[in-house]
C-alpha cells in the first residue's frame, strides 16, 4: 500500500532497546514508538515535543514554538487554563513545525472470566485492576 501511494518503504523490525538507540541517534527516517498513553496530557505529549529536554524526543525537526506551551501547560494546576495551553499545542499538528503524531491506541480486546467483577477498561489502553475482585 505504501508504493501504491509513492513511498518506498522499507520495514526494519529491531530489538526494542536496540531502536531506541538508533532513534536517539538519528538513525531513522520514520520511527513508530509504541506508547500506552497517560490519563495527563503532559505524560503524553512534553516527552516527545520539547526541544532536547525530554528523554523521548528523536525528531530532527524542531518543535521551539511547542516547548513554552508545553512550561506553560505544566506551570498551572487549572484545568481551564491547563485546556487552553493544550488546545495552542493541538493547534501545532504535522506540516506546522509539529514533528511527532500521537495516534490513539487500538482498542484494546480483553478477555475476562465471567467471575471477574469491577474491571474497566481504561481509555489509555493500560490496565488498572483497582476495584477488581474474583467472585
Given at each position: ?123 489509555d489502553g493500560l490496565v488498572r485492576v483497582v476495584g477488581v475482585k474474583l467472585k
Open positions: 500500500m505504501a508504493a501504491e501511494a509513492g513511498f518506498d518503504l522499507k520495514i526494519r523490525v529491531t530489538e526494542f532497546a536496540t531502536s531506541l538507540k538508533q532513534a536517539e541517534d538519528g538513525d531513522f527516517q520514520l520511527y513508530l514508538i509504541g506508547w500506552s498513553g497517560r490519563s495527563d496530557p503532559d505524560g503524553n505529549s512534553f516527552i516527545f515535543q520539547t526541544c532536547k529536554r525530554a528523554a523521548e524526543h528523536t525528531a530532527t525537526t524542531a518543535t521551539r514554538r511547542s516547548t513554552p506551551l508545553h512550561t506553560e501547560a505544566r506551570a498551572t494546576s487549572d484545568p481551564a487554563e491547563r485546556k487552553k495551553a493544550y488546545e495552542k499545542i493541538a493547534a501545532q499538528v504535522p506540516g506546522r513545525g509539529l514533528d511527532h503524531l500521537p495516534l490513539p491506541p487500538a482498542g484494546p480486546d480483553r478477555a475476562t472470566p465471567t467471575r471477574l467483577e469491577g474491571y474497566r477498561q481504561m481509555p
